[in-house]
Every structure is written in C-alpha cells, then in structure tokens.
C-alpha cells in the first residue's frame, strides 16, 4: 500500500501520514512531523493537502481503498457455506483492524460523524446478509436487517478492542469467540437446524 503513495511529494507526504496515524493515531499526525519524514516544506503540504484535516481526510480516504480491496478480495472468494462467508468477512475486517490499528478509530469513530465509506461497508454487509436471507439461511427470526446491525456492533467493537491494544494475545480468541457467538445466534446451521 504505502509503495504506491511514494514518489513525487505529495505521495512522500501522505506515505509519511499514514505511517504516522497507523502506528500512532490519527491525533500524532502533525504537519512537522509529516513534511519533516516527507522532506518538504510545510506550503507544499498546504498546497496539496489544504490543511492538517485535508490530509487526515485523504488518510482516511486512503485507508477505506486498502479496506475495500481486501473486502473485495473476501468476497470475490464466495465460499458457499453461509458461516463460513460470514466468517471470512469479520475475520477480514479485524485482520484489517489490527494492521492499521491508529488508523481505524478514524475510520470508525465511535462519535461524530461517520466517514461516508462507512455507509458503502454497511451496504455491502446488508447486500451479504439480504442473499443469505433470500436463501433461508438465516435462523427463524433473522432479518438481513437484524443481521446487519448485530453484526456491525459487534464487529466494531471487537475491531476497536484490538486496535486500541493490537499485540495482545488474547485478541484472536476474542475475536473468534464473538464472531462464533454471532454467527451461531444469525446463520442457520444446516447440519442442526
């Protein structure tokens, strides 16, 4: 991902953001601290980036495109069985979590207003779940919408607990517990029910 931001300065300079707010947070990411690793002067930064929030928003903006193209990778994969799609899809998105663990609390905040992308893998998630529903894999209850929105808290709560904390050992069995539980409490088992 970062080979292909550098090169001219403005790609050295969103390079130098991203590594910044993926190993320390967005709020590390300073104009200094970009055009110093960069090695640029601060107007080049303004000229390319308007300011400090242009640059974070074209981070972010940079991020959701790794974010999609992996997700993109999961889905082209389709595996037929229901749980097993379910499970690639959060396994993905943690995975992706704990790679760029400064970056996703600034693509997933937990207040204020949401990234628009936020809104293209909420519908790409309900377009999953909708094709399970369709196809009755769902359990008795289950609406793609329920679905949806259990999954998205859980997820996002999970992802936020190993970004905010990613060497810890426990962060795999925590995430597959609740991925398990959710799955168990959303998907029809087809071997069981």
Known sequence: MLQNMAGDARGRMLAAAFEIATRDGVDAVSTRAVCTAAGVQAPSLYHHFGDRAGLIRTVVDTAFEEYFHRKDAVIAADDADPRARVAAGWDAHVAFALTYPG???????????????????????????????????????????????????????????????????????????????????????????
């Open 103 to 193: 970056l996703y609390p600034a693509m997933y905040p937990t207040s204020g207003p949401l990234p628009a992308q936020v809104e293209r893998s909420g519908a790409l998630l309900r377009a999953g779940f909708d094709e399970l529903e369709q196809a009755g894999a769902l359990r008795p209850g289950i609406t793609a919408a329920l679905a949806t929105n259990a999954l998205r808290a859980a997820l996002r709560g999970v992802a936020h607990a190993v970004a905010a904390n990613p060497a810890s050992d426990d962060n795999t069995w925590t995430s597959a517990v609740v991925r398990d539980a959710l799955i168990k409490a959303l998907v029809a088992d087809p071997e069981r029910d």
